[in-house]
């Protein structure tokens, strides 16, 4: 690969034509038909969900629900690095849209943010002096060896170039842009996360709706794949295959997110996450709650086999606590839940 050009080198396949027009056809039902945009606590699951699995990919152990719990502010038992990697992501992912996806300085800004008391302070937003190398986490198998530390601020440069200036489509450039960082690897650490978040980045800049998608969870999932299709581009010279790969992968996780509906076990698990000294019969009256807003104390009462007396108390505390509130008339109004 001919690293002194300024554009990457890469093919439109009809595959990748295919898949740019049915990503955008499904990004309007997924706005129609989820109301993202004004729902805060499905935004805030999916952002959980995108943190969860990037750094998951990364081998940060730690559960949805310990993710959910610090980042709702809550003390867990868990490896100090495994949570400062989490409070470090969300404070990233709060702030992403204030970055310039065109801008090296905001770039390395981004990259200190993420890695901050993770690696060596010299290390953190800045480029790598030493050789590093891409493995499979999974084998433990050398993919990669990356190009000479003194190249990177060049390529680094000839990368955001290329991408303020090309006119290729927001879901082409993102992907590129993913698959040469990964090359490049810039960064002594972070490199994976700063290339997921960069792509978001970018589409998020283009619709709105990426800023909140997951689609982390699905490269998880198909973490072997990923790999696999990295190493054949680096054989090949090229980025195609990736660019096949992640838009399938943005494909998919847009029709996860139209079909998704919120489950007792997701209603649950968030709950216990952002109150983990909730009672059980207390998160199950919340949970009815959320998919009732118009719910009465009686129909509360049979469903979770209590007293009216009972109910009415454990009402009283959750309004006490602002955990849940009553908007309106008590005939005509509804709850709400504070997630």
């Known amino acids: 690969m001919n690293w002194e050009i300024s554009v990457p080198p890469y093919k439109i396949s009809d595959k990748i034509v295919n898949l740019i027009s049915s990503i955008t056809e499904m990004i309007v039902e997924v706005k ?6 004004s729902n805060p ?19 940060n152990p730690l559960s949805i629900e310990q993710v959910t719990a610090i980042i709702n502010g809550k003390r867990i038992l868990g490896n100090p ?9 969300y404070e990233a992912y709060d702030k992403i849209l204030n970055f310039d996806p065109t801008s090296v300085d905001d770039f390395l800004l981004a ?16 480029f790598r002096d030493g050789a590093v190398g891409v493995f499979d986490q999974q084998t433990g198998e050398v ?20 991408l303020k200036e090309t006119d290729a489509h927001p ?9 040469e960082l990964e090359f490049i690897h810039p960064f002594a650490d972070g490199n994976g996360r700063m290339g997921r978040m960069w792509q978001t980045l970018i589409l998020s800049n283009w619709q709105d709706v990426f800023s909140y998608l997951p689609i982390e969870s699905l490269i998880r999932e198909r973490q072997i794949e990923y790999y696999k299709v990295l190493r054949e581009c680096d054989s090949e010279g090229e980025s195609s295959k990736f660019i096949e790969y992640i838009l399938l992968i943005i494909l998919d996780s847009l029709v996860e997110a139209k079909e998704h509906k919120v489950t ?12 983990p000294d909730l009672k059980e019969n207390y998160i199950a ?23 009216d007396r009972t109910v009415a108390r454990m009402i009283k505390v959750l309004k006490d606590k602002n955990i849940i509130e009553r908007v309106g008339s008590k005939k005509n109004g509804k709850w709400v839940v504070n997630f």
């Open 41 to 59: 606590r499905l935004r805030k699951d999916n952002r959980i969900k995108t943190i969860h699995n990037s750094l998951a990919i990364e081998n």
């Open 81 to 89: 690095k495994d949570i400062r990697e989490v409070e470090n992501a």
């Open 285 to 307: 009256v919340i949970s009815l709650i959320y998919k009732d807003e118009h719910i009465t104390n009686k129909e509360l009462a049979v469903k979770i086999n209590k007293s």
């Open 171 to 179: 879901l082409i450039k993102s992907s590129v842009f993913h698959y």
């Open 264 to 275: 007792d076990n997701d209603i649950i698990q968030i709950l216990k996450g952002k109150y």
């Open 32 to 37: 129609f038909t989820t109301n993202l945009n």
């Open 143 to 162: 993919i990669h060896m990356a190009p000479s530390s003194k190249m990177v601020p060049e390529l680094v440069i000839n990368l955001f170039k290329w």
């Open 111 to 126: 990259h200190k943010s993420l890695m901050n008391d993770l690696i060596n302070n010299k290390e953190e937003g800045n």
